[in-house]
């Protein structure tokens, strides 16, 4: 049975940075692209980032380029969200993804984690 573990969210001021963290488990972790979703009340999940299963493969949503980084530790079965410059509108749940599938016009994933909330208030 496939578990992601997501840690790290909080309460952050504008500008500030959080780093986001999903233990997984289950798995063949180094074999599949994993990724994070976030989602607002009232809203879909949308899709933020992901990365390929070496690592050397990266892709981002429109919103967050520039301003988040995705990375993975394939020994420890992690994968982390660093997240900077910060905005109100990065508030969310934030959800690790495992094993995504799609494309670029909509990306899915076959497991989730529980979500680990995000927001960002003075």
């Known amino acids: 049975q496939v578990q992601l573990v997501e840690s790290g969210g909080g309460l952050v001021q504008p500008g500030g940075s959080l780093r986001l963290s999903c233990a997984a488990s289950?798995?063949?972790?180094?074999?599949?692209?994993m990724g994070w979703f976030r989602q607002t009340p009232g809203k879909e999940r949308e899709f933020v980032a992901l990365i390929d299963w070496s690592g050397a493969g990266s892709k981002y949503a429109d919103p967050v380029k520039g301003r988040f980084t995705i990375s993975r530790d394939n020994a420890k079965n992690a994968v982390y969200l660093e997240m900077n410059s910060l905005k109100a509108d990065d508030s969310a749940i934030y959800y690790c993804a495992g094993r995504l599938y799609g494309s670029s016009v909509k990306y899915e994933a076959r497991d989730w984690g529980q979500g680990t909330q995000v927001t960002v208030s003075s």
């Open positions: 289950g798995l063949t972790f180094s074999r599949y692209t």
